[in-house]
Nanobody
Framework: QLHIVESGGGLAQAGGSLSLACSAT????????MGWFRQAPGKQRELVAT??????TYADFVGGRVTIAADNDKLTVSLQMSGLEPGDPAKFYC??????????????WGPGTPVPISS
């Protein structure tokens, strides 16, 4: 139902920052949440941050290093993370949840954008 494009991934330096952008096209009736997840090699995919009608949710590991911004009308969600640490390298995935016409639920994922972090 949705085509998701992620941008901003690439090699980053420890102590530096990254900026990711997600843009979706397609048919959707309403948005439940938009956000970002990450998955490191050999580990499970985990929440980074999401935006929903109930507010913004951040993973515990984030602290104050992450800023997320979503635009439901434009179907975009961006993520900024500062103070990158050696444990942060991962593939980041954009996620959009909501409803399509006829009441069907939607859970769409981007292809993932890798963010390796140099020491």
């Amino acid at each position: 139902q949705l085509h998701i494009v992620e941008s901003g991934g690439g090699l980053a330096q420890a102590g530096g920052s990254l900026s990711l952008a997600c843009s979706a096209t397609g048919s959707i009736s309403s948005i439940t949440s938009m956000g970002w997840f990450r998955q490191a090699p050999g580990k499970q995919r985990e929440l980074v941050a999401t935006v929903s009608s109930s507010g913004t949710t951040y993973a515990d590991f984030v602290g104050g290093r992450v800023t997320i911004a979503a635009d439901n009308d434009k179907l975009t969600v961006s993520l900024q993370m500062s103070g990158l640490e050696p444990g942060d390298p991962a593939k980041f995935y954009c996620n959009i949840q909501g409803l399509v016409h006829w009441g069907s639920s939607l859970d769409a994922w981007g292809p993932g954008t890798p963010v390796p972090i140099s020491s």
